[in-house]
Structure formats: structure tokens, C-alpha cells
């Protein structure tokens, strides 16, 4: 199954546009996601991200919302492959 996760922006590297990357926290497990999608997204900010890329931001009380349903799923596993 293919998950759209939220995940907290730890750091940016802002190489160009189309190449913008940062590292994205999901509940603990740190992963290196493609940020062009949201130019304006900034570090301490909360983004949906599907299959590596960031599509959409989120605020925190959501994102906090979906991660206690995926929890409760069991579908937090996903994360770690």
C-alpha cells in the first residue's frame, strides 16, 4: 500500500528549484525528500509526502492526527522499508 505520510521538515538543501531537498522526520525515522512541490515550505513546517516527494503542507495538529490513525493501523511500518 502506498501512504501519503506527514512529516516535519528538519533541514533544507536548496541546491535549485526542481532539485530542492531536505530531510523530513516521520514520527523518528529521518528520510531524504524532494521539496519541489512546496518552494515555500520551511524548516520546523509539517508536509504530506507520497512516494518521496512533498506534495502539500500541513499544520501540525493535523499531521499529529494522521500519525495517532496510522498508529492505530499499524501502518507506521511502512516507513521504515
Not at 533541514?11 to 525515522?29: A, D
Not at 520551511?42 to 495517532?68: L, R, T
Amino acid at each position: 500500500m502506498c501512504l501519503a505520510v506527514p512529516g516535519k521538515i528538519m533541514s533544507l538543501s536548496e541546491e535549485n528549484t526542481m532539485m530542492r531537498t531536505g530531510k523530513v522526520n516521520f514520527g523518528g525515522i529521518v528520510k531524504e525528500v524532494n521539496l519541489a512541490f512546496v518552494p515555500d515550505a520551511k524548516i520546523g513546517e509539517y508536509v504530506i509526502v507520497h512516494v518521496g516527494f512533498a506534495i502539500s503542507k500541513v499544520d501540525e495538529k493535523e499531521a499529529f492526527q494522521v500519525f495517532e490513525y496510522l498508529r492505530k493501523m499499524d501502518e507506521l511500518k511502512e516507513l521504515n522499508s
